[in-house]
């Protein structure tokens, strides 16, 4: 991992159906976007934004951030990662796709991501969490949640929307404690060249029945190297996820994602 040159690029669009300009909302006195990238710098050498939208690039600008502005057709974070990578011109060997709405992302786990790579074999890296038994099944069978079967490598065998594995014998509302399931933290770092190699696959017949386009990969033979992480995340995906977040960051002032 030394002698690898690594990019952070967070993915940021201004237009969305369920928060519309999310971005941009402000949490204690600065951006969601600014706290993302400030956390992520606590990891990396180089941050940069890729967005579709001047108001997010200017606000990036205005904190000290960098960003790179990107076409308005992309259809996921995936293909914005790679026209920033050119357009920045960039030499970097991995480039890590980090999530712009986890405004107490921990470096930790980035630093995770990036030991993905320690395995010369590695293409692509991603992290999982090992799923709490005590939130019961109904919480497992979320299909927003995806589970992830690793193998003992390390690698993904497979991702899905549905409870896997499947455990035979057992009465599913016991499986939490019969078994020891992952659920997935949808971050992940990309060889350059594979990332390249990726964004021009068509969607594959596994990706378009679980809407999940890490299966397009997987189903194409590319190595997805996992991690275990233990942080907890807080996605903001409507405007009472920013509530929640707001009143944990009211109630602790300090809190960044690593306390």
Not at 21 to 42: D, F, N, S
Request: net charge negative; with cysteine.
């Amino acid at each position: 991992m030394d002698n690898l040159k690594f990019i952070g690029i967070i993915p940021a669009r201004y237009a969305s159906t369920r928060f519309p300009g999310k971005p941009l909302a402000m949490m204690g006195g600065m951006t969601m976007i600014e706290r993302v990238y400030r956390q992520a710098l606590k990891e990396l050498d180089e941050v940069w934004v890729a967005t579709d939208d001047r108001r997010i690039s200017d606000a990036v600008e205005k904190f000290g951030g960098k960003a790179v502005m990107t076409s308005v057709a992309h259809r996921s974070g995936t293909d914005r990662c790679l026209e920033a990578y050119d357009n920045i011109g960039s030499d970097a060997d991995v480039v890590i796709n980090i999530q712009g709405d986890e405004p107490f992302i921990n470096p930790m786990q980035i630093r995770q991501i990036k030991e993905c790579f320690n395995q010369v074999d590695t293409q692509i890296a991603t992290l999982v969490r090992v799923f709490e038994a005590t939130k019961g099944y109904a919480a497992l069978e979320n299909p927003n949640t995806p589970k992830v079967v690793i193998g003992d490598d390390m690698r993904a065998l497979m991702f899905s929307r549905s409870v896997i594995p499947y455990v035979r014998g057992v009465e599913r509302e016991k499986w939490p404690e019969a078994n020891r399931f992952y659920t997935h933290i949808g971050m992940y770092a990309y060889l350059a060249d594979t990332l390249r190699q990726i964004t021009r696959l068509p969607q594959s017949s596994l990706e378009l029945s679980e809407s999940l386009e890490q299966l397009r990969w997987l189903q194409n033979g590319y190595l997805i190297r996992v991690g275990i992480s233990d942080c907890p995340t807080i996605g903001i995906d409507t405007p009472a996820d920013l509530e929640a977040a707001l009143e944990l960051l009211n109630n602790h002032a300090d809190y960044d994602g690593e306390n």
